[in-house]
């Protein structure tokens, strides 16, 4: 009976936190309209998601320090370990998915539209050939997870084989992406960060924020993987770029 509610555990928030991902991929370019989307979740980066506040400046700081914390804390092993202590450590990666889309959908719900703009692209060639750019982030992003473990990545592994939860994982390996760049998930967000036909004001803080969550993230990231795989993460790290191919970079 464990073992079934683990998995719907593992599913839901598997389930949840690509439903916070679509939402944010979407609204953070203010095209949550595209296919009809807007009239189930009117939520745009742009425009007011719940109540106006008179400090949008520091409400949306708050939010992205709120996301930020989030994100940092629950990956750092010492956070992992006391988790484990009150759930079964199969169901410890999908506690961090659901916390994320929690965290992912109050971002967007409560984010609050901020006067001025650092650019306004009006020709449409223009727009479309950053709109593209936006979601080829996305793609990145979202396939640099199958090039390791996606499902792993989200929970749904851990949560379906409870006895083997982290099979696949321990290896180090660098397929396809990760030959040119160490991190390119968070390239793909990077890319789709800074790709925007209208960088509002608001949006432009969004884009500053993730940003810098990014290089804060990674910094601890890479002391987590140095930690579990020594010399051979320290080897890489010097021949591969963190998040943009470098000229005469070679894969091999």
Known sequence: MMRIIGMLYGLLSYLLGMLSLIVFVFAANNHMGIFGIETLLPLNIDQFNGAPSSYPLLVNIGLLVLFGLQHSIMARPGFKAKLVAILPASLERSTYVLATAIVTIALVQYWQPMAGSLWHVENEIGR?????????????????????????????????????????????????????????????VAIAMLAAPDMTAGR????????????????????????????????????VPALFPTPGHKTD
Do not use: C
């Open 204 to 239: 432009a803080l969004l884009a500053a924020g993730m940003l810098l969550y990014i290089a804060i993230g990674l910094y601890f990231e890479e002391r987590d993987l140095i930690t579990e795989f020594g010399d051979t993460y320290r080897d890489y790290k010097k021949r």
């Open 128 to 188: 479309q050939i950053l709109n593209i750019l936006f979601y080829t982030g996305w793609l990145i992003t979202f396939l640099a997870t199958y090039m390791l473990n996606h499902y792993h990545l989200f929970g749904l592994q851990q949560s379906f084989r409870s006895n083997d939860p982290d099979a696949g994982s321990k290896e180090f390996k660098t397929p396809f992406f990760y030959k040119f760049v160490r991190h390119p998930i968070q390239t793909g």
